[in-house]
């Protein structure tokens, strides 16, 4: 059925998509996601999903779908680092503004 095609255009779109900043990773994890609800609620729920298409065409599905759900875990980690060390940076910035560096005296 085409819904396959669809699928499979927009998992090579994501994983082929180069990621060179944050606002880029977030929006490809948001695809990626929606994806991911696309081949694991909408496809299985079509009328002609076990009558149109092949076994093959269903196991590449799935397959397509837990490589997908593997790589937005990672994805999702790299966000997480990306926010905690923001995080930790915000935090020691505002510890130096409060106590201005102050020189050893030993």
Same mark, same amino acid.
């Given at each position: ?62 397959? /397509? ?8 875990? /990672? ?6 680092? /990306? ?24």
């Amino acid at each position: 059925i085409r819904y396959y095609d669809v699928a499979n255009q927009v998992l090579d779109q994501f994983v082929n998509h180069p990621i060179a900043n944050r606002a880029e990773l977030e929006k490809a994890y948001l695809l990626g996601t929606r994806l991911v609800k696309f081949l694991s609620n909408v496809l299985p729920t079509h009328p002609d999903y076990m009558l149109g298409a092949t076994a093959l065409e269903r196991d590449q599905s799935h397959e /397509q779908l837990l490589q997908l759900i593997q790589f937005l875990d /990672q994805m999702a980690r790299i966000i997480d680092e /990306q926010e905690h060390s923001a995080y930790i940076s915000r935090v020691l910035e505002q510890h130096q503004r409060k106590t201005p560096f102050q020189e050893s005296t030993w």
